[in-house]
């Protein structure tokens, strides 16, 4: 079993950048693929990024090219560097492990593991 806990949110004006952490304990993350999700007020909690075992990355639509997830196994943890942030990306981002480490899956009911969230907001 393996505890996420997040950090790095905060207050940022449009076209801003914020770096998302998530410290993994009880387990290494590279024994899991990792995922970021993120939940807008009155919204269903939609995928944001993913990296399997092997380091296959994948990316919303709507983060692609701004959104960088990254695993330093050094530190244990899971990183999302967000850049160009858009009002839009306001919202509680969660990092989430994936038992299943080799394939990537966008669905929230494939992580079994999850994260208090952190607070991203970005002011236009």
């Known amino acids: 079993q393996v505890q996420l806990v997040e950090s790095g949110g905060g207050l940022v004006q449009a076209g801003g950048s914020l770096r998302l952490s998530c410290a993994a304990s009880?387990?290494?993350?590279?024994?899991?693929?990792m995922g970021w999700f993120r939940q807008a007020p009155g919204k269903e909690r939609e995928f944001v990024a993913a990296?399997?075992?092997?380091?296959?990355?994948s990316y919303a639509d709507s983060v692609k090219g701004r959104f960088t997830i990254s695993r330093d196994n050094a530190k244990n943890t899971l990183d999302l560097q967000m850049n160009s942030l858009k009002p839009e990306d306001t919202a509680v981002y969660y990092c989430?492990?994936?038992?299943?480490?080799?394939?990537?899956?966008?669905?929230?009911?494939?992580?079994?593991?999850w994260g208090q969230g952190t607070q991203v907001t970005v002011s236009s």
């Open positions: 989430a492990a994936r038992l299943n480490g080799v394939s990537l899956t966008t669905t929230p009911s494939g992580y079994a593991y």
């Open positions: 009880g387990r290494t993350v590279s024994s899991y693929a």
């Open positions: 990296i399997s075992r092997s380091s296959s990355t």
